[in-house]
């Protein structure tokens, strides 16, 4: 095991780096008041699980009874220590970053070189989908290539136990999931190991029926998009698709017919309405299981042709920093001019215990204060909502930031002109 540590290294150093880096950038968003209502909706449910109910004002009802996400319970102690926004950013950054080192050890268990290892896991972690789930709002979608990877590397294995384990995991993050693993276990049954996938369809099937009759009992239904056969902005999906795997050298091609395995994850995203996401949101939590699948898909092309490893780095260092990054790690871009007294006002409404309810325009407030399970998020529109730049492009205002001389007009964090 150490042997394998130390192959490993350049992994396990590019890891810590990339959650070093996440998590100050992840907390610059937070403190400038930019994360959306997911963040707080998912905080203020982990707080509420304490006293036995999944309730939260940003959904205004049980979260449970919205998704299939009882894992996320097993966040609650951790959230009852640190009931804070912060605490569930640092578990979103180690999750994706954790990711990497499973896919590096998975591309070891297939006989790829430590090389090549490292090179696809540290692909992984520049690839924008990989950045901007981290930079994204909290979901429960950023622990999908975790499990994905660890699942993948213990049926490798055959380590029949813990794959149904992780399995389960994954089944309890959301509805998805259940369908995702149904299909991968029917052709891990078809072509690989009968009792193993026959196993996995069979859980997938349990959790899908139980998932089902708890929602029947309480009258309530999951929080589903329309589908339709039109396919919205076709041009954005093929971006999409060239940003997932331009990354990796397109070394997931080189699996051939083994690529329809990803038909279903793909068909989510190109027939979803009205929640169609353009190429840009290539790093939003929608498209963490096509990451995962991409990923595995690249070890098993690095492994028929080794080649592909050689021109990962740059292809990754290309896509990331002159195509597209959906962050802040990008050429003319800085992170947001914190506003102190906004923020102090934020922590105010969290420690303070009291009821307020926030308008939309307040989203960023909500994710710091929703610790304070007082605190609702209105759910109606908001007709004083003023959208502000996505990026601070500015950076002469954010470095005379840094020694207490901030724009005297800002837009979420971003400077902006009389």
């Known amino acids: 095991m150490k042997g394998k540590r130390a192959e490993l290294r350049a992994t396990y150093v590019a890891a810590a780096l990339f959650a070093g880096v996440y998590i100050a950038l992840d907390l610059n968003k937070l403190y400038a008041l930019r994360y959306g209502a997911d963040l707080g909706t998912y905080l203020q449910t982990l707080v509420n699980l304490r006293h036995g109910s999944s309730w939260n004002y940003g959904e205004w009802r049980p979260h449970f009874a919205v998704h299939d996400s009882w894992v996320l319970s097993a966040l609650m102690p951790i959230v009852a220590l640190v009931p804070r926004a912060e605490t569930l950013i640092v578990v979103q950054v180690l999750a994706v970053a954790g990711a990497a080192v499973a896919l590096a050890h998975f ?59 992780v399995a389960q995991g994954l089944l309890g993050l959301k509805e998805d999931q259940i369908f995702f693993v149904l299909w991968f276990g029917i052709a891990c049954a078809v072509w690989w190991d009968r009792r193993l996938g026959i196993a996995l369809g069979a859980l997938a099937v349990c959790n899908g029926l139980g998932f089902w009759l708890a929602e029947r009992s309480v009258a309530s239904a999951p929080s589903l998009p329309r589908y339709g056969l039109a396919i919205y902005d076709p041009g954005g ?8 795997s331009a990354p990796f050298a397109f070394a997931p091609i080189a699996v ?38 991409a990923a595995i898909a690249a070890t098993f092309g690095v492994r028929r042709f080794a080649g592909f490893a050689r021109a990962m780095p740059a292809c990754a260092a290309v896509v990331m920093l002159l195509i597209f990054n959906d962050t802040v790690v990008r050429p003319g871009r800085w992170p947001y001019i914190v506003d102190w007294n906004a923020y102090s006002r934020a922590t105010a409404l969290r420690d303070g215990g009291g009821a307020a309810l926030l308008q939309r325009r307040d989203e960023g407030t909500w994710a710091v204060a929703a610790a304070n399970p007082n605190v609702r998020l209105d759910p109606h529109p908001d007709p004083l909502l003023r959208p502000c730049p996505a990026y601070d492009t500015n950076a002469r205002a954010f470095f005379q930031s840094l020694v207490a001389h901030a724009p005297p007009r800002l837009c979420g ?4 002109s009389r």
Not at 237 to 244: D, H, Q, S, V, W
């Open 237 to 244: 999906k093929m971006t999409m698709l060239f940003l997932l």
């Open 413 to 416: 964090g971003v400077p902006v």
């Open 256 to 293: 051939g017919r083994w690529l329809l395995l990803g038909i279903p994850l793909l068909a989510e995203i190109v027939f979803m309405r009205p929640w169609n996401y353009e190429a840009s949101r290539v790093g939003s939590h929608y498209t963490a299981c096509l990451l995962a699948a």
């Open 107 to 165: 591309a070891r268990e297939l006989g790829i070189g430590a090389r090549g290892a490292n090179v696809v896991a540290i692909a992984y972690l520049l690839t924008p989908s990989a950045q901007g789930l981290a930079y994204d709002n909290f979901s429960e979608n950023v622990f999908v290539p975790l499990l994905a990877f660890g699942a993948a590397l213990s049926a490798r294995r055959r380590n029949f136990w813990l794959t149904l384990l």
